[in-house]
């Protein structure tokens, strides 16, 4: 309404640069109540009855100025903001413009005009209250992913066409179909629809945008993501730090750690990082971490943590079946426990002081004879490492099946086993009181068949392969200890 109006006022005020109006001011631009947007113009008219000679001036009762009078033109940057259009030729229409308006400026104006009675004091004319406001947006907190939220653009004046009302996101303008009412309504907020939003009145006077206010989505961790350091493939004792990580508004309050056994889930540690110092195969298994914030949590993908390790646990094992007699075939197998599997297995045969390589591969098949009797271990080896297994004695029958009788035998037998034991007996005691107390210790292990009662070191062969290894009784499938 008041704004083509009073651009017709004064282009015709400027225009001409005389006052041609000889009325009072026309009605419409008579307000005693403006709203105004801060950063905008507003013109203040004074209509009066009676032509009055004499000075006119406009004063300000301002707030920040305790209320007390004041020459408008004190006001800061009048004169590149203020304007005094003067009055008609007939002082009966007076225009004041203020640019730039600023929310200080709020307050009462009135114009003060002399009489034609010069001893009389200046009379107060036309009392208007200016009122300044800054557009704001409003946004509703929190803005949650998902929801509908309403950005409402506040200190609208009730003047003001609430469809005019334009929004802008990053400087770009957002389509006039998204506001209601003046709001701004977004469906389903997502994080696209952060960024910078400003309101302004879409009007060529007053289009001054409120100041920019950023929307942030709050929203749940996105799935987390489990980084492993140094890497997924560790070698046994080293070190290792799980990290969890996710994308997520708030930062993540809590993470919680989780370890999975077959079905059965533990829960270990609740920061950020789960490290284990000193890896060990009880540490392979499936890893997953939790982060959550108030809005929600999130379980990451697993990770296996596979700890590797070289050959343990060894053993060569003669698979026969049956009485082992010259020219019978005998299958060798090398049994291991390794991460990552063996990858090549060697056979070695020793024969009085000379260790012979004799084969590869997982299982060994010879037939036995004079030539292929020996003391047999196996070698494996993968990434990590190699070890040596313990020996085992493939040997010829002592006795032959062709002795006379069978009393002759059994005597024979006897004969053999007491020697037997008088020969070990004594090879034993000398020995014991050669060597050092720990490998004796070594020796008198069960450990061939026995992998839970190890002790890592008894396996370990030293470099002589006879230093413990299995003998093959004929007549029994016993095992023992010998020298
Ligand atoms: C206010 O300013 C005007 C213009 O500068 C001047 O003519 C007038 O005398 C001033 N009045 C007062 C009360 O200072
Ligand atoms: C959000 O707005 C859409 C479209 O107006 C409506 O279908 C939906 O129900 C609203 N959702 C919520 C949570 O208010
Ligand atoms: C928006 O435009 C103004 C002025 O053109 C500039 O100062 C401001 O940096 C711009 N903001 C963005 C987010 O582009
Ligand atoms: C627009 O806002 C006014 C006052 O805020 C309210 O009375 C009216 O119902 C709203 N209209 C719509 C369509 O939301
Ligand atoms: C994450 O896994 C744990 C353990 O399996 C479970 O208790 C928890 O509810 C899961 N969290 C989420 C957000 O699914
Ligand atoms: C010995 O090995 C053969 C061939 O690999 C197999 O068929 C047999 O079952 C094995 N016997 C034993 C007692 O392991
Ligand atoms: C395994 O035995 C072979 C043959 O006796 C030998 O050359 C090698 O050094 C041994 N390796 C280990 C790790 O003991």
């Known amino acids: 309404m008041g704004e083509t109006g009073s651009y017709v006022f004064l282009a015709l005020l400027l225009i001409l640069n005389t006052i041609k109006v000889s009325d009072a001011c026309p009605s419409s631009y008579i307000r005693y109540k403006i709203c105004a947007l801060s950063g905008s113009e507003e013109y203040m008219y004074c209509s009066i009855d009676r032509p009055e000679i004499g000075k006119h001036f406009w004063v300000t009762q301002l707030e920040y100025n305790d209320n007390r009078p004041r020459n408008v033109t004190d006001l800061p940057d009048y004169n590149v903001r203020g304007r005094d259009y003067g009055c008609s ?13 600023k929310t200080r400026d709020s307050g009462e ?5 002399g009489t034609s009675d010069p001893n009389k004091k200046p009379q107060r004319k036309c009392k208007i209250t200016l009122s300044v406001k800054e557009l704001s ?3 509703p907190e929190p803005v949650i992913e998902g929801n509908n939220v309403t950005l409402s653009c506040n200190n609208i004046c009730s003047s003001m066409d609430k469809s005019k009302v334009m929004w802008k ?3 770009q303008t957002v389509p006039a179909e998204l506001t209601t009412n003046g709001s701004l309504v977004i469906t389903k907020v997502s994080t696209n629809d952060e960024g910078s939003y400003t309101c302004s009145i879409d009007d060529a006077t007053i289009n001054v945008p409120s100041k920019p206010v950023q929307l942030h989505v709050m929203f749940p961790p996105r799935i987390p993501s489990v980084s492993v350091r140094p890497s997924a493939d560790i070698p046994e004792g080293s070190s290792v730090t799980l990290t969890c990580s996710s994308d997520v508004n708030p930062p993540v309050e809590s993470y919680t750690w989780y370890r999975r056994t077959g079905s059965a889930v533990s829960k270990l540690d609740s920061k950020q990082s789960y ?14 971490c939790e982060a959550k914030n108030r809005y929600g949590g999130r379980n990451s993908t697993e990770v296996h943590l596979d700890v590797q390790y070289s050959p343990r646990n060894m053993f060569a094992s003669i698979n026969q079946s049956g009485e082992v007699v010259e020219g019978s075939s005998v299958t060798l197998t090398c049994i291991s426990d390794a991460n990552p599997p063996v990858e090549t297995y060697t056979w070695y045969k020793r024969t009085g002081a000379a260790t012979v390589q004799v084969d590869t591969g997982v299982s060994i098949t010879f037939t036995l004879t004079s030539i292929t009797a020996g003391l047999y271990h196996c070698k494996a080896q993968n990434r990590v490492g190699c070890l040596n297994s313990t020996g085992v004695d493939v040997a010829l029958p002592v006795l032959q099946t062709n002795s006379p009788g069978w009393l002759n035998a059994a005597l024979l037998a006897s004969l053999g086993a007491v020697i037997f034991v008088i020969v070990v007996a004594g090879l034993v005691y000398s020995r014991r009181k050669k060597r050092h107390k720990s490998t004796n210790k070594n020796i008198h292990k069960q450990y061939q068949n026995d992998p839970q009662s190890e002790n890592q070191d008894t396996f370990r062969m030293s470099s002589e392969p006879d230093a413990v290894y299995q003998s093959l009784n004929p007549n029994t499938t016993q095992t023992e200890a010998v020298y």
């Open 89 to 101: 030729p007939f002082n009966k229409c007076c225009a004041l413009k203020l640019s730039g308006l």
């Open 169 to 171: 996101k990053n400087n």
């Open 275 to 288: 490290s284990i110092s000193s890896i060990s195969d009880e540490h392979t298994d499936y890893y997953y």
């Open 137 to 139: 947006v409003g946004i």
């Open 109 to 113: 104006y009135h114009m003060m005009i």
